[in-house]
């Protein structure tokens, strides 16, 4: 399968698991995904080096799989990333770029990231980070992050395209509108803040139709499909079925690899037929 063929259904269990992994907010990882390649994992930038579902230049990729590659089974390119993010291989250097390809890789990389600028944004603002925070972190690094919510905080009408040049020559879309007029601080954040919202709404449809469609599965076939336990009726298990599905306020819970969900799984194929 090329990277241009990954399901939407393969990203969001990439997803799932990355926010289990680390803690990191689901909808917010799905609605920067979304935000950033329109969940294709083999987006390309065409005034950049950033690649992937999360849209990676190559040097803070470079950071943050050197930083928490080990953590995730990616020791090998952890170890080979040298001083100064250098790789000394030219090779294994493009191995780990085209990491940023893999969804599974992407995902946690990108919620490791966010963590990371979780904890230093609350420290410098003295407050709680906002997914919108998260995503300026991730747009202009941290640094340019600390610098950008400082002016929203002191002096929102405050050119964003004169305080961060290079990436508005980078990305002029962002920061100019339609005649060319430079956006202030407070005007590219309400719109970074809104392309998010938008993913984390379309995130929270896609979730509803899944459950939909699970919770449509059950009622399907007859009882003599029905996964039982002991001394339990078929009416008692899908009662439960249907209890379980409920209970679960997100897609991701249904990914995670429990025992109950296993049930579920096996009771929705074979009422299907599968």
Known sequence: ???NAISTGRIQQAIAHASSATGIDFDYLMGQAKAESG??????????SATGLYQFI???????VKKHGAEHGLGWAANAIGPGNR?????TRQAILALRNDPAAASLMAAEHASDNKDAIEGAMGRAATGTDLYMAHFLGLGGATKFLSALKNNPDTSAAAL???AARANRNVFYDGAGNARSVNQVYQRFAAKLGNGADSVSETRAANLSFAAQALDMGDDTTVVTGSNESATDALAW???????????QQLYRPTPDNARLAYMMLSRMGG
């Open 87 to 91: 790789v000394s291989d030219a090779g």
């Open 241 to 251: 079925a249907k209890q379980q599905l409920g209970q679960r306020a997100g897609l």
């Open 58 to 64: 190559e040097s803070s990729w470079l950071a943050v």
């Open 1 to 3: 399968m090329t990277v």
């Open 164 to 166: 961060f040049p290079s």
């Open 39 to 48: 969940l294709n994992a083999a987006a390309r930038a065409g005034t950049s």
